[in-house]
T-cell receptor, first 111, second 111 residues
Framework: GDSVTQMEGPVTLSEEAFLTINCTYTATGYPSLFWYVQYPGEGLQLLLKATKADDKGSNKGFEATYRKETTSFHLEKGSVQVSDSAVYFCALIGGSEKLVFGKGTKLTVNP | EADIYQTPRYLVIGTGKKITLECSQTMGHDKMYWYQQDPGMELHLIHYSYGVNSTEKGDLSSESTVSRIRTEHFPLTLESARPSHTSQYLC??????????FGEGSWLTVV
């Protein structure tokens, strides 16, 4: 079945550092890919998405590119802020139309 | 912003009590979902619905039940709560083939 594997955390960075959180997937067909973010004590918010190969999703300085040849959707940000501290989930929707999540990566950004 | 609401946000109840977690969305979405999030952050689909009078069990077995009598409403019920039910419950909805939006979550503690 469909699955998502993402980099295990926790990840701790200093403010203004470069962020990469790796995400790879297994799915039949052409899934849509997502990154969700969960701030402490809150639900999940959609951060960005891409629905076909080579699409780049972007939001709030975060970017991810749908790479079909490597089945990847890595999340990047050039300069993280303390306010980016959260848990990040990579996810896909495939043929089953159910959202399949990775296990989440906790990011802590220190001033 | 997605218009999906969960109540209560936080609930502490005694073992054996019946509880219902409410979830409503005003976007007219056909699909609705309940996820359970464990302390290790991982998200598990426990119930979903593709429309009125349609409900299905998810990937993780749950003692809870759901109903979908109206498009906008998807409550989750535990007939007899136990400490093992302590968790965060996240409700979500989507239009066909589109992004899934989440509510802010309900934190349940059973003592």
């Amino acid at each position: 079945g469909d699955s998502v594997t993402q980099m295990e955390g926790p990840v701790t960075l200093s403010e203004e550092a470069f962020l990469t959180i790796n995400c790879t997937y297994t799915a039949t067909g052409y899934p849509s890919l997502f990154w969700y973010v969960q701030y402490p004590g809150e639900g999940l918010q959609l951060l960005l998405k891409a629905t076909k190969a080579d699409d780049k999703g972007s939001n709030k300085g975060f970017e991810a590119t749908y790479r079909k040849e490597t089945t990847s959707f890595h999340l990047e940000k050039g300069s993280v802020q303390v306010s980016d501290s959260a848990v990040y989930f990579c996810a896909l929707i495939g043929g089953s139309e159910k959202l399949v999540f990775g296990k989440g990566t906790k990011l802590t950004v220190n001033p | 912003e997605a218009d999906i609401y969960q109540t209560p946000r936080y609930l502490v109840i005694g073992t054996g009590k019946k509880i219902t977690l409410e979830c409503s969305q005003t976007m007219g979405h056909d699909k609705m979902y309940w996820y359970q999030q464990d302390p290790g952050m991982e998200l598990h689909l426990i119930h979903y619905s593709y429309g009125v009078n349609s409900t299905e069990k998810g990937d993780l077995s749950s003692e809870s039940t759901v109903s979908r009598i109206r498009t906008e409403h998807f409550p989750l019920t535990l007939e007899s709560a136990r400490p093992s039910h302590t968790s965060q419950y996240l409700c979500a909805s989507s239009a066909k083939g589109n992004t899934i939006y989440f509510g802010e979550g309900s934190w349940l503690t059973v003592v």
